[in-house]
């Protein structure tokens, strides 16, 4: 009698025992889930295998944004991005419906306040990433200030800020000034700033040195941000050699700010881009020494630089140099070609190389130096649409490679040419190469020949 009732005791508990299926029938749960996945696609297959009736407010207003919403408006999981600040009340009702999800909302738009507080009054606690351009006659008097009080005020969870300026009138630098008071803003980690056409405030190098003292910054991006103020660069200087989060630096023609004046960079950066275009801009010797200086003591693992040949010959920038792992050089002619081949003997650990812009007429000595001096190359890009490579260049590089690119056969236009060298290279006896997407029209042997296949020694992907 006693095992009859353990065992019908045993029955009662099993019976009220949720079983899988009873817990997908809750709403949380099926929100849970959908949050939980990578991608847009991934969370519509699951939500369409679910009843409707299972979908909470918030996942439901979702799809709605993926599916139908004006142009300005793009929702793909687990992001939602706003083209304008000037949305209807019906598009804000239905973002606002979202943010259970917390998605994340990245806004670009014109620096106009109005539309802007309207905008943040619903969703500031939302937007992770805000992008603003000022434009002459869009910003009224005032805007500038009321547009940083907004977004420092309302947005706790703003952690990408952008602010370009596409003209800029002498009355509207005041509005500039105000509003790069939103670089104040304590959890901002990626800072971008492209003034190229304005002058810089004065203010700027102690604004940015603010910033990399006090904010948990990763990613900072100056364009055309010329530092006239000393002190101002001098902050910004030494804010940056202290910092200990800053991982990617990107400095494009701003060669007061980014002289670093006897500074070191940070050991935290791996990502430095110097880069000097502008006719205007001059960069000396003293200049390049304290780049050399700058560079010298960080464990890069990736640079792109503009004197990249000039920096070679300073000692000081020699340790960062050994370790390089990733290099971008742009813009040689045939004639500096020679020297680009020579100074490859400081980066021995390279194992990536872009070239854009370069003309490339001594690609055999380029691949002949690089399989014997950067033993560890794997990729290497090329854009330079005005040079040829034959096939016996192309298979050195493929035997020596794993990924090349090349823009230089990238034209539009060019299939008959494309299929021409597929062709070609799929007569060459243990070709290295694979392509994922082939030209139309190829004969069934070069498919053959240069699809990815288990029994290849060596596989090179050729993109062009």
């Known amino acids: 009698m006693a095992h ?50 299972l979908w909470t407010p918030a996942l439901t207003a979702f799809l709605d944004c993926s599916t139908a919403m004006p142009s300005t408006v793009s929702a793909n999981w687990p992001h939602i991005e706003l083209l304008s600040a000037a949305l209807p009340p019906s598009v804000l009702t239905l973002l606002a419906a979202t943010l259970p999800l917390r998605p994340c909302i990245k ?15 619903v969703l500031g606690p939302a937007l992770s990433c805000v992008h603003l351009c000022l434009s002459s006659g869009c910003t009224v008097r005032g805007g500038g200030q009321a547009i940083s009080d907004l977004l420092l005020q309302r947005c706790p969870r703003l952690r990408h800020v952008a602010i370009s300026v596409d003209s800029c009138s002498q009355n509207e630098a005041v509005e500039l000034n105000d509003l790069l008071a939103v670089v104040a803003h304590p959890h901002v980690e990626e800072l971008q700033i492209d003034l190229e056409n304005t002058t810089a405030p004065p203010r700027l190098g102690h604004l940015l040195a603010s910033w990399l003292s006090t ?6 991006r100056l364009a055309h941000a010329a530092g006239r103020d000393h002190d101002a660069v001098i902050a910004f200087s030494d804010a940056l050699q202290a910092s200990t989060t800053l991982r990617e630096l990107t ?21 430095f881009e110097w880069c000097i275009s502008c006719p205007n801009c001059v960069v000396d010797e003293t200049a390049l020494t304290d780049l050399a200086t700058a560079v010298g003591l960080t464990q890069l693992e990736h640079l792109e630089c503009s004197f990249f ?5 300073y000692a000081a920038a020699a340790p960062m140099l050994s370790q390089l792992q990733s290099l971008v050089v742009s813009g040689l002619n045939a004639d500096h070609m020679p020297a680009l081949i020579a100074d490859l003997s400081s980066v021995p650990a390279l194992t990536s190389l872009e070239l854009r812009d370069c003309n490339l007429s001594s690609s055999t000595e380029l691949m002949e130096t690089l399989a014997t001096t950067c033993v560890h190359l794997e990729t290497l890009r090329v854009d330079d649409r005005d040079s040829r490579w034959v096939g016996g260049q192309l298979v050195a590089a493929g035997r ?58 060596h596989e090179c992907a050729l993109h062009f």
């Not at 060019?414 to 597929?422: G, H, N, P, S, V």
């Open 251 to 271: 400095m494009h023609n701003t060669p007061a700010l980014g002289g670093f004046h006897g500074r070191t960079l940070p050991v935290s950066l791996k990502r």
């Open 400 to 457: 020596h490679l794993h990924y090349l690119d090349l823009a230089t056969i990238g034209r539009d236009s060019d299939d008959l040419e494309k299929r021409a060298i597929c062709e070609a290279l799929a007569q060459v006896h243990d070709v290295p190469f694979v392509l994922q997407t082939l030209p139309e029209g190829v004969d069934e042997f070069v498919v053959d020949a240069l699809s990815p296949r288990t029994d290849r020694r």
């Open 4 to 53: 009859a009732d353990m065992t019908d005791s045993r029955r009662q508990t099993k019976v009220g025992r949720p079983t899988p299926g009873d817990a997908l029938a809750l709403q949380h749960v099926v929100e849970a889930i959908a949050t939980g996945l990578d991608n847009q696609d991934d969370v519509e297959s699951f939500l369409h295998a679910v009843p409707r009736s």
């Open 215 to 220: 904010a948990p910054a990763t990613k900072l």
């Open 309 to 313: 040949g000039l920096l070679t010959t």
């Open 107 to 121: 806004l670009e738009c014109f620096a106009d306040a109005s539309p802007l507080a309207s905008l943040v009054a």
